[in-house]
Nanobody, 122 residues
Framework: QVQLVESGGGLVQAGGSLTLSCAASLRTVRWSAVGWFRRVEGKERELVAAISWAGNSYYVDSVKGRFTISRDNARSTVNLEMNSLKPEDTAVYYC????????????????WGQGTQVTVSS
């Protein structure tokens, strides 16, 4: 099973930017969909963005136009560029990989990273 490690989280002021990176241990991740989820304590995990092995992307409405997901298969990484950050984007962000046809639900992903904290101050 592929191992995933997130990096790039931190503290940023509202309106600022961060880029999260998800590094995979296996090159075979290039054939997997990769998603970025976030979780706020007390709330359900939310899919923020996902990208298929073919490069098709999905974004939750609340981040459309602000976040961009991209993948670099040569480096086995998937990045999430986050711009115009808002306090409500504060959460622990997780990347996940899945080999199935669907990439919309947490159950579609088999491998998960440990998460990276993103805090947006007002």
């Amino acid at each position: 099973q592929v191992q995933l490690v997130e990096s790039g989280g931190g503290l940023v002021q509202a309106g600022g930017s961060l880029t999260l990176s998800c590094a995979a241990s296996l090159r075979t991740v290039r054939w997997s969909a990769v998603g970025w989820f976030r979780r706020v304590e007390g709330k359900e995990r939310e899919l923020v963005a996902a990208i298929s092995w073919a490069g098709n992307s999905y974004y939750v409405d609340s981040v459309k136009g602000r976040f961009t997901i991209s993948r670099d298969n040569a480096r086995s990484t998937v990045n999430l560029e986050m711009n115009s950050l808002k306090p409500e984007d504060t959460a622990v962000y997780y990347c996940a990989a899945g080999r199935g046809a669907s990439m919309r639900y947490a159950s579609d992903f088999e491998s998960w990273g440990q998460g990276t904290q993103v805090t947006v101050s007002s």
